[in-house]
């Protein structure tokens, strides 16, 4: 399995940014894939997920209204649209894949060893 992430930078409150998740070594309708991020200080939170064996998505609380997980099975690629960004969504956002979770599962239950490089967002005027 293996994830890279791109599309973080620095951005105004308000703004948008789309970030881009492309997987290889599996078969996305196998697996769950989500977003996860890491704010110093703070525990990793799963952020939004989803099952690619029937699309089912989850996000947290905090960003429902604003995200969207969303997948090109084309391109192998996960994206997580991320509109009208506030300061406390500023963090290392990472993607991470595993078998035989339900969306909500793997965001919030999921606890990994393994976590690739990120890509760092950070809302700020």
């Known amino acids: 399995v293996q994830l890279v992430e791109s599309g973080g930078g620095l951005v105004q409150p308000g703004g948008s940014l789309r970030l881009s998740c492309t997987y290889s070594g599996f078969t996305f309708d196998r697996y769950t894939i989500g977003w996860f991020r890491q704010v110093p200080g703070k525990e990793r939170e799963g952020v939004s997920c989803?099952?690619?064996?029937?699309?089912?998505?989850y996000y947290v609380d905090s960003v429902k209204g604003r995200f969207t997980i969303s997948s090109d099975n084309a391109k192998n690629t996960v994206y997580l649209q991320m509109n009208n960004l506030e300061p406390d969504d500023t963090g290392v956002y990472y993607c991470?894949?595993?078998?035989?979770?339900?969306?909500?599962?793997?965001?919030?239950?999921?606890?990994?060893?393994?976590w690739g490089q990120g890509t760092l967002v950070t809302v700020s005027q």
């Open positions: 991470a894949a595993d078998y035989g979770w339900t969306a909500l599962g793997f965001c919030v239950l999921s606890n990994l060893d393994t």
């Open positions: 989803m099952s690619g064996s029937d699309g089912s998505t």
